[in-house]
């Protein structure tokens, strides 16, 4: 028996085991990143409730500073919004004073405003039957137009919440959830462009219309989200739009997404009437997610007590009362899982019993075995470190052959090249030596006629001028350069090189060469000494100075490193 076999089938059994009954998940990273955030933010409702009731007491004190009839009102108004979903007395407190000030003032738009308002109110807290009574004094006749889409929208809001309550079997003819989508289209026929909630009237319009309508809207409330601060109401209502809109499309991945950021913004701005996180608890219970659809329906019922809606407390109550009975499944699985796994383990321990005695009868022998090979390892360790030792004093001689060959190469090309050099020089010198000759043989003949003729004169005109002189120095360096330039000709590229662009050389032609370049031709041929490069070149020791401080000073490399660097330049033509 192959005890490492038994080890691998061990563990994937186990393995196996600890896999079944867990759900799977094809969430993106980037929606459970998302949830993960949620997450954190749930677990935190002393902050986000502590920070509303900063804003509260911020306002409550400026609200004191009001003189006018006017700024009363207005900052009714805003502490209505402020406690319209966080405390329902509260804000009815307020609904109630900005409905006396609109009876003095006998502003019939604002008293409808305010019942519409306190309609609102009751209908979130569950009282259904007063906020209709609220919502049909109201004559719809004179509504004015800028409160049209906020009329209907509360109507729509308030049949929604009867159907709601009376749950999904609800079959009434008048069914309750078809009057509110007539007013959901009512409301987006009167919304104005302006109002913050357009985008939200418009998604509720299309949300059961064909596709091409359905994704135009997507498009703009994308755009609007990802614009904004996700910090206000308005911000959560449309996030919870876009998410509705996706659930339509069959896009359950953006629908979780788009739940999860208006659950978090909702939950940030203490929104104790959250439809988004109740909803994401929902799909967090369909996909077997419980400990997250406990999590995110016990806050969302905490909200609803703490707040007094009394339809949201009624569903969520029927949600928990689901998630019990799947924490209930779970555990009866987990439990059958537990007695699978005794068994499986039992009788795995069997096994590893009986391969254990197997392995102490191996043992046995092994360490016999052991014993002997202990005895040629230590024999083979002691070859082993000599023949390391003489391999490393192979190594050492090697890597040392290996740098006097490279030493020995590189001598012999620096020979070879002065040996063409020589050859090549003594060659062009003996050609030049022959030609001088011959010119002074015919010089002294020609002197001799002249002395012959008595031509003293045209002797004198000769000898005095000193044309004959700048020819011979111009065909030597005539001659110089063509040598030179056969044996080294990428010398004035390469020199070139060594100085700033705007200072390089151009020469007249291919095979001839300038004051400075013949210079430092010399030197690259060995001859250093500005005093002997003067006297091969026929200049003064100071014209020779004066260039070669000029040219150094072109130079893009250090000064002292110019003359060594020209001697290793251009390619030696053989």
């Not at 919440?161 to 959901?184: A, C, E, I, K, N």
């Not at 979780?256 to 913004?265: F, Q, T, V």
């Not at 151009?506 to 002997?532: C, F, P, Q």
Request: aromatic share 10%.
């Amino acid at each position: 028996m192959n005890f490492r076999h038994l080890s691998v089938r061990f563990y994937i059994i186990v393995l196996a085991m600890a896999a079944v009954g867990l759900p799977l998940s094809a969430r993106s990273s980037d929606v459970e990143s998302i949830l993960c955030r949620l997450d954190s933010v749930v677990e935190l409702p002393q902050v986000w409730d502590g920070l509303k009731r900063h804003r509260l007491a911020e306002l409550h004190k400026k609200q004191h500073q009001a003189r006018t009839i006017d700024e009363r009102y207005w900052f009714n108004k805003n502490l209505y919004d402020e406690y319209s979903v966080f405390n329902a007395d509260s804000a009815m407190v307020y609904v109630n004073r900005n409905y006396e000030i609109a009876e003095q003032l006998g502003d019939e738009a604002k008293l409808i405003e305010w019942e519409i308002n306190r309609s609102f109110i009751l209908a979130v807290t569950g009282l259904l039957k007063e906020a209709q009574d609220a919502i049909e004094r109201i004559d719809p006749e004179k509504v004015p137009e800028d409160l049209r889409s906020q009329y209907y929208n509360q109507l729509a809001y308030l049949y929604s919440h009867y159907g709601q309550y009376l749950g999904d079997g609800h079959t009434s003819p008048t069914d309750y959830y078809v009057q509110s989508r007539l007013y959901q289209d009512s409301t987006f026929i009167h919304a104005s462009k302006s109002d913050p909630l357009y985008l939200w009237y418009k998604a509720w319009s299309v949300l059961r219309a064909p596709g091409a309508g359905r994704q135009e809207v997507i498009r703009e409330l994308k755009a609007d989200i990802d614009s904004t601060r996700m910090d206000s109401r308005v911000d959560a209502m449309k996030a919870y739009a876009l998410a509705r809109l996706y659930e339509f499309e069959g896009d359950e991945e953006n629908r979780m997404k788009y739940l999860a950021i208006s659950a978090i913004c909702d939950v940030k701005i203490a929104n104790k009437d959250i439809a988004s996180l109740e909803e994401l608890g929902k799909m967090m219970l369909a996909e077997e997610d419980i400990d997250r659809a406990y999590a995110y329906v016990n806050y969302c019922q905490q909200q609803a007590q703490s707040f007094n809606n009394r339809v949201r407390a009624v569903t969520l109550a029927n949600i928990e009362k689901q998630i019990r009975e799947e924490y209930s499944n779970r555990n009866q699985q987990q439990q059958m899982r537990l007695k699978i796994y005794l068994v499986v383990l039992a009788t795995l321990l069997l096994i590893l019993i009986f391969a254990s005695l197997v392995i102490i009868r191996k043992n046995r022998s092994l360490r016999d075995s052991q014993a002997s090979l202990s005895a040629l390892n230590s024999e083979l360790k002691d070859n082993l470190d000599t023949l390391s030792a003489m391999r490393e004093s192979l190594e050492v001689t090697n890597s040392r052959l290996q740098e006097v060959n490279t030493e020995l190469s590189a001598v012999n090309n620096r020979l070879k090249e002065s040996n063409l050099i020589k050859e090549e020089y003594v060659g062009q010198m003996f050609t030049m030596c022959s030609n001088y000759i011959n010119k002074m043989d015919n010089f002294r003949k020609l002197v001799l006629r002249k002395l012959k003729a008595n031509q003293l004169d045209d002797l004198i005109e000769l000898v005095d001028s000193n044309t004959m002189a700048q020819n011979e120095l111009k065909e030597f360096y005539q001659q110089f350069d063509s040598i030179f330039l056969n044996m080294y000709p990428d010398f004035v590229k390469d020199f070139n090189e060594l100085l700033r662009p705007e200072e390089r050389i151009t020469v007249r032609d291919n095979m001839s060469l300038n004051t400075e370049l013949r210079i430092y031709a010399l030197v690259r041929l060995g001859i250093n000494d500005s005093v002997k490069i003067a006297a091969l070149l026929h200049y003064s020791p100071q014209t020779v100075y004066n260039n070669r401080l000029r040219t150094r000073n072109k130079a893009i490399i250090p000064k002292e490193k110019f003359a060594e660097t020209v001697q290793t330049l251009g390619r030696f033509h053989v």
